[in-house]
């Protein structure tokens, strides 16, 4: 069973404070998206990353795909009221069937 | 451009009845995914079907059933429904199969299913 641990799982920060949310495997993963979903609605994709070691930044978010593709972080700079939200990565597979699996995810709060 | 679309959006069922829901992918994706997501909790794959094929199926039981139809659409039918159903269903779609660089997988924005 490949499991993809996302942590934290809660976090309430002030606004303009930094964070980081990590999510860690012993699976190697091909790729690994980051989705935010809104309360009722599905998840809206933020990001992919691909290529082990591969950073990208999206405005104020800073994506990062580890060296091995078994773990990555999203770093949020500057935290907004907006960014609330849940943030989801998840890693993809490919064993005869195309699969994410997916972390538990990380309730985000940011309080004006 | 229309994205993932799902129905019915939110229904409510009694426990041992039948639920059929629907998903039409971007238009051009040939591969149709779905996953089950409880309250708290990350989604959960059931399904990928490609080219009407399936291609895999996740850790559900055989009252978890689905199909693709020649347009690419889907359905997912969910026998003898039990209090433990109750979740939301993503639908996904993507170009192709595999998890090449290009073939993103995007998801709709879901059927809320309670079974009472």
């Known amino acids: 069973t490949q499991l993809l641990e996302q942590s934290p799982q809660f976090l309430s920060i002030q606004e303009g404070e930094n964070l980081t949310v990590y999510c860690n495997s012993s699976?190697?993963?091909?790729?690994l998206q980051w989705y935010r979903q809104e309360p009722g609605e599905g998840p809206v994709l933020l990001v992919t990353?691909?290529?082990?070691?591969e950073v990208k930044k999206l405005k104020r978010l800073t994506f990062q795909f580890g060296d091995a593709r078994k773990d990555s972080s999203l770093h949020i700079t500057a935290a907004q009221p907006g960014d609330t939200g849940l943030y989801l990565c998840?890693?993809?597979?490919?064993?005869?069937?195309?699969?994410?699996?997916f972390g538990q995810g990380t309730r985000l709060t940011i309080n004006p | 451009d229309a994205g993932v679309t799902q129905s019915p959006t939110h229904l409510i069922k009694t426990r041992g009845q039948h639920v059929t829901l629907r998903c039409s992918p971007i238009?051009?994706?040939?591969?149709v995914s779905w996953y089950q997501q409880v309250l708290g909790q990350g989604p959960q794959f059931i399904f990928q079907?490609?080219?009407?094929?399936?291609?895999g199926r996740g850790n559900f039981p055989d009252r978890f059933s689905a199909r693709q139809f020649p347009n690419y659409s889907s359905e997912l039918n969910v026998n003898a429904l039990l209090l433990g159903d109750s979740a939301l269903y993503l639908c996904?779609?993507?170009?192709?199969?595999?998890?090449?660089?290009?073939?993103?997988?995007?998801f709709g924005e879901g059927s809320w299913l309670t079974v009472v």
């Open positions: 996904a779609s993507s170009l192709w199969t595999g998890v090449i660089s290009g073939n993103t997988i995007y």
């Open positions: 699976s190697v993963f091909s790729s």
């Open positions: 990353v691909v290529t082990g070691g």
């Open positions: 998840a890693g993809a597979l490919y064993q005869g069937a195309q699969k994410l699996v």
């Open positions: 238009s051009g994706h040939k591969s």
């Open positions: 079907y490609y080219e009407k094929e399936e291609r």
